[in-house]
């Protein structure tokens, strides 16, 4: 049975995913090697256990969970029952930690990758243990979207999926197990397409940046939360679909680098929010708004989607 969970890596994701997993009764050790990101995440902790208030998520009967922060690896997983690895998207980065806990972790402790889609089986070939090791894809906000991809390498026993797969269940989150190990998985693969498309509109002039987002988000976006896209294409009729597709799929965009656009934001140090500037522009007051509005609306819809208001 898992209780104790270290996560390591506290940027973008592993906070919303401690403050989450310790409202469902959990023991959380947070560790990461930059120590302004433990200050940071220690800061930020606090609202996200304010919007899981809002959303009405409780504690089991046992209580409430707890998270500890620490700046000591050997510290963070000792003792853990599963080690939850958020570090960034690079093999070479996450291999690095896999070596750094091989010996310190006991014989029944789980390693999962929160990897966006790096396939488990190339991860699994830098742990001892390669059966201990599961893919647990979370959704960005981690506190808020409650659906997380579970994912076996070629190597993972199915016994450690469906531990995954229950400690998620067990805690009101929503576990898709993922059948197999592609890159991407299935969550990225289909957003990837949709992001793919959208970069290759806005890069063409076919739209501007802000009229494809209300395009997407008062479109497809808002009705894909209620009906699904295999639901979508039985409320669209099949045959509309194959006479769409008959012509519109040779002219999608199949380009398989990334887009110029991309880059010349990127070398430009252009990463988003994280940096002030990507596809539009933020001063810091209105990161701190949009995130406040973003939480807002994502916990209203959420209700009104679980059926509660
Ligand atoms: N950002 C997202 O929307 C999102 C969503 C789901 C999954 N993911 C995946 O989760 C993982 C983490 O993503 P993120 O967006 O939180 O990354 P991030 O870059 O925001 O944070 C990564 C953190 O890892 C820390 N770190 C780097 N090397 C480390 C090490 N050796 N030991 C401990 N900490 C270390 C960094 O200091 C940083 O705080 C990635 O694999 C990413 O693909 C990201
Ligand atoms: C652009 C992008 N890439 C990856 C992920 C998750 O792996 C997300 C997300 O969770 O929102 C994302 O937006």
């Not at 000591?72 to 930690?97: F, Q, R, T, Y």
Request: proline share 6%.
């Amino acid at each position: 049975m898992i209780q104790r969970i270290a996560i390591i890596g506290l940027g973008t994701m592993g906070p919303g995913m401690a403050a989450r997993l310790a409202r469902g009764g959990l023991q959380v050790v947070a560790y990461d090697v930059a120590p302004a990101a433990i200050e940071r995440a220690r800061s930020i902790l606090g609202i996200a256990e304010g919007v899981l208030d809002s959303l009405g998520v409780t504690s089991p009967a046992s209580g409430a969970g707890t998270v500890r922060f620490t700046d000591d690896i050997a510290d963070a997983v000792s003792g853990a029952d599963l080690v939850i690895e958020n570090v960034p998207e690079n093999i070479s980065i996450k291999a690095d930690v896999y070596r750094a806990i091989d010996g310190l972790i006991g014989p029944e402790t789980l390693v999962a990758s929160d990897t966006s889609g790096i396939p488990i089986t190339k991860l699994q070939a830098h742990i001892s243990h390669p059966e201990r090791m599961v893919g647990m894809h979370w959704s960005n906000p981690p506190h808020i979207i409650p659906m997380i991809e579970v994912i076996a390498g070629e190597k993972t026993a199915p016994q450690t999926v469906a531990t995954i797969r229950d400690l998620i269940r067990s805690i009101g989150l929503l576990p898709v197990v993922v059948k197999k190990d592609v890159p991407g998985f299935v969550e990225n693969r289909v957003l990837y397409a949709l992001l793919r498309e959208a970069v290759d509109l806005v890069e063409r002039g076919v739209i501007d940046p802000e009229d494809l987002d209300t395009c997407v988000s008062w479109g497809i976006g808002y009705k894909i939360a209620v009906i699904g896209p295999m639901a979508l294409l039985d409320m669209a009729g099949l045959d509309i679909y194959k006479s769409v597709s008959s012509f519109l799929n040779a002219d999608l965009s199949n380009r398989d680098d990334v887009a110029p656009m991309v880059l010349q934001k990127t070398n430009a140090s252009k990463f988003g929010i994280k940096s002030g500037e990507g596809m539009f522009s933020y001063t810091p007051e209105q990161i701190k708004a949009l995130q406040g509005e973003r939480a807002r609306k994502l916990v209203a819809v959420r209700r009104i989607l679980e059926g509660r208001e």
